[in-house]
């Protein structure tokens, strides 16, 4: 492995909503993904959910409140929370998850992430 | 918890070489530390190290290879690699280890991490 540029990995890809992994961390992969729009609502039983904004504005809905996320804030979903990301224009974003979590928490409807 | 702004937590230290927890993550601290000059030649048996730079460049120099890392740029250092981060001059890192892990790889002489 070498360094690995974040803003030249987000530079191969355009589309949204579909992390591609960039590196590997202690059984977790270390993605980055562009995100535009709503995503759905959905948890993740086992793990925490960490994300970092790169570049833009998110905002992670939670039931029970809104945590908006600018570029250089990160913050963790705990494990089983429900959540559902939304940027209202084009947001990077960095993630950390165990290898093989369901980006949508259900393998059946979780998009394939490939390796940049 | 609430959205952790990076930039923001470096602003409350000064000192080098003494990583400050601002997350946890899957029985992980999030860490940022601020580094100059060159730390100690260590290794961390059972975990992988990451180093995401945030401001700055740091080499980190390992025994058959030196990785050059500058803002926006990651480099995991695998479980059981001796390595030395060195920085000409101060730069902001994220780290991200298991809790209580050393940051020199020796309890002995491992600093504290406050949160903050």
């Known amino acids: ?3 690995v540029n974040l803003a030249e990995k987000l530079a191969l890809f355009s589309e949204h909503w579909s992390p591609k992994i960039v590196g590997a961390f202690n059984g977790h992969d270390i993605m ?3 995100v535009e729009g709503e995503f759905v609502w959905h948890s993740h039983p086992d793990t925490d959910d960490l994300f970092l904004v790169l570049d833009g504005e998110i905002d992670i809905e939670m039931r029970d409140e809104t945590v908006h996320l600018k570029a250089g804030e990160f913050y963790v979903v ?3 929370v429900e959540h559902k990301p939304v940027a209202k224009a084009e947001a990077h974003v960095m993630i950390i998850e ?3 979590t369901p980006n949508t928490g259900d393998a059946e409807t979780a998009v394939h992430k490939d390796q940049i």
């Open 98 to 100: 165990p290898s093989g």
């Open 78 to 80: 705990p494990a089983g």
């Open 1 to 3: 492995m070498s360094a």
């Open 32 to 34: 980055v993904v562009k």
